[in-house]
């Protein structure tokens, strides 16, 4: 079970952190990821990271702004965005894995479970 957190109302240029806390038992494998959906778009990939390894991967779109890291201690991810923009205004959803090959960490479908979504809008 994933429950994400820490979206908000907040201009361009600010910074935000976003959190997921999960419930479950963590393996060597597991993969968390960041995924964010804005309005009338599909549900795109944001970040990932590896969870025994550290080993993260952006978008594009993210790179050098955001940054994903993890506390195995208290089984929580973050998102620190950076440098927000108008166009990173979406929902931010937080999603975990197993076994989940680099070449699939970009794809929604190698994830099996998904944290409810949390609202980050980035005015102007």
């Known amino acids: 079970q994933l429950q994400a957190s820490g979206g908000g109302l907040v201009q361009a240029g600010d910074s935000l952190r976003l959190s997921c806390a999960t419930s479950?038992?963590?393996?060597?494998?597991?993969?968390m990821g960041w995924f964010r959906q804005a309005p009338g778009k599909e549900r795109d990939f944001v970040a990932a990271?590896?969870?025994?390894?550290?080993?993260?991967k952006y978008a594009d779109s993210v790179k050098g702004r955001f940054a994903i890291f993890r506390d195995s201690a208290n089984q929580m991810a973050y998102l620190q965005m950076n440098s927000l923009r108008p166009e990173d205004t979406a929902v931010y959803y937080c999603?975990?894995?197993?076994?989940?090959?680099?070449?699939?960490?970009?794809?929604?479908?190698?994830?099996?479970?998904w944290g409810q979504g949390t609202l980050v809008t980035v005015s102007s």
């Open positions: 479950g038992r963590t393996s060597s494998s597991f993969v």
């Open positions: 990271i590896k969870w025994s390894s550290r080993i993260t």
């Open positions: 999603a975990a894995g197993n076994g989940i090959i680099q070449s699939s960490i970009q794809s929604r479908d190698a994830y099996n479970y």
